[in-house]
């Protein structure tokens, strides 16, 4: 009953935050209300026992990516150009259709036989670990995945790097840069 | 009244809903992005919840995938941006609309 409370709590919250997403007209309250969201979430999956996923939804999620978008935004200063219109006329047909796919997604999955087990694993931080890095020739082999991971990062931070840097000055890096 | 795991599932459609919405309706470039991020958080709750409900050994599969999911979202959203800045300093304009060069 108690979980039932906090999890309606929660989920409002979550909710409020996405419309909120939705309507607002600053990138930078959207932004923000993307935060509250991702917090509500995080406290939903300590609630459904995954402490560790809540963790690190606070850590890399609400913390780290948040963080670049509302530093992207203040850069840019994204309210320089406030006369962009929110929606236009596609928007008319393309909200009625996302209603009716949720509605025929909901309804399939009101009729799916669904119920918590007894015997699942609380994802504590043990748990998780262990798991993760099990390293065992019969093991679930979790770690090639998560070397793989690191590959993809270090490739984005590099690409992230290599666009958004600045022109440099001189006349050797202009013409270069005009040949490609 | 318990909790039940639907009431998380229709949870994760309604954000998931709300995240498509706002990624294909919006015209702000900021707005497109921050959409995507919603419903990358939406099916990672959905994820964690169809994890609840299966046997012990079997239930930690649905939360271990969604921190790879949470691992490709950072990515995503590091060059995304940085496209977004380099868009931004072409045409400093952040609708959508200004970027229709391809357009047949």
Known sequence: MLALIYFIILAVVALGAAVCVFLSRHPLYGALSLVTSMVALAGIYGLIG?????VVQIMVYAGAIMMLVTFVIMVLNGARDSKTPMFDKVSLFIIPAVLVLAGLVGFALT???????ATTLRGSVA???RTLFDVAQTGPGYFVLFEVLGLLLLSAMVAAVLLAKKRLGSVDTENTEESH | MELQPIYIQILALAIFAL??????SRRNLFFVLMGVELALNAVNLSFIGFAKTLPAEMSITGQIVPLFSIAVAA???????A??????????????DNYSNMKG
């Open chain 2, 83 to 96: 496209m977004l800045i380099l868009l931004f300093r072409k045409k400093e304009s952040v609708d959508s």
């Open chain 1, 111 to 117: 009729r799916a036989p669904l119920a918590f087990d």
């Open chain 2, 19 to 24: 995240g498509l919405m706002t990624a294909i």
């Open chain 1, 127 to 129: 748990l998780t670990s």
């Open chain 1, 50 to 54: 995954s402490p560790f996923l809540g």
């Open chain 2, 75 to 81: 990515a995503e959203a590091c060059v995304g941006f």
